[in-house]
């Protein structure tokens, strides 16, 4: 089975609203491509619509393990957090995400995604290095970020 066809198969589950199969179909592709992250971000969103947060979360973070620095990872756990009604256990997970990967992005953008979600990013300037910088270099910071992202997505 070929990990592009199981893809296919199972975005074709997933219109058909067969979303139990479409996410065992992206597992079976997740399989047969362990350094892929794709697949499990498609098996965390469905898990998402099934409102299966703590099986989306635990999913997002073997996604995290593949790709440590993935802002389409963070900021899907953040929302993941923030649509299970958990903010404070997606804190928790940034900071701990933080402190296992010291000097790596990821942490900060998972903890800054939830704050910006929640219209508190007064609390998330001081904290991170970065954005205590001049305000010209805090928005260079955030294109650097959304062009990094946007060049993720597509090589997903």
């Given at each position: 089975?070929?990990?592009?066809i199981?893809?296919?198969?199972?975005?074709?589950?997933?219109a058909a609203?067969e979303?139990?199969?479409?996410?065992e179909?992206?597992?079976?592709a997740?399989?047969?491509?362990?350094?892929?992250?794709?697949?499990?971000?498609?098996?965390a969103e469905?898990?998402?619509?099934?409102?299966?947060?703590?099986?989306a979360i635990g999913?997002?973070?073997?996604?995290?393990?593949?790709?440590p620095d993935?802002?389409?990872?963070?900021?899907t756990m953040?929302?993941t957090?923030?649509?299970?009604?958990r903010s404070?256990a997606?804190?928790?997970?940034?900071r701990a995400?933080q402190?296992e990967?010291?000097?790596r992005?990821a942490?900060?953008?998972?903890e800054?995604?939830l704050?910006?979600?929640?219209?508190?990013w007064?609390?998330?300037v001081?904290?991170?290095?970065?954005l205590?910088a001049?305000?010209r270099?805090r928005?260079e910071?955030v294109?650097r970020a959304?062009a990094?992202?946007?060049?993720?997505e597509?090589?997903?």
């Amino acid at each position: 089975e070929s990990p592009q066809i199981l893809e296919a198969l199972a975005a074709t589950q997933h219109a058909a609203g067969e979303t139990n199969q479409a996410i065992e179909t992206y597992r079976r592709a997740a399989e047969r491509m362990p350094e892929n992250a794709a697949p499990l971000l498609r098996i965390a969103e469905l898990q998402v619509l099934t409102k299966d947060y703590d099986g989306a979360i635990g999913t997002l973070r073997n996604a995290l393990a593949i790709h440590p620095d993935s802002a389409t990872v963070c900021m899907t756990m953040a929302s993941t957090y923030v649509d299970a009604g958990r903010s404070p256990a997606g804190m928790a997970e940034a900071r701990a995400i933080q402190r296992e990967r010291s000097g790596r992005p990821a942490g900060f953008a998972l903890e800054g995604e939830l704050l910006a979600r929640e219209s508190k990013w007064a609390r998330f300037v001081p904290r991170s290095p970065a954005l205590r910088a001049r305000p010209r270099a805090r928005r260079e910071l955030v294109v650097r970020a959304w062009a990094q992202r946007e060049s993720e997505e597509s090589s997903l």
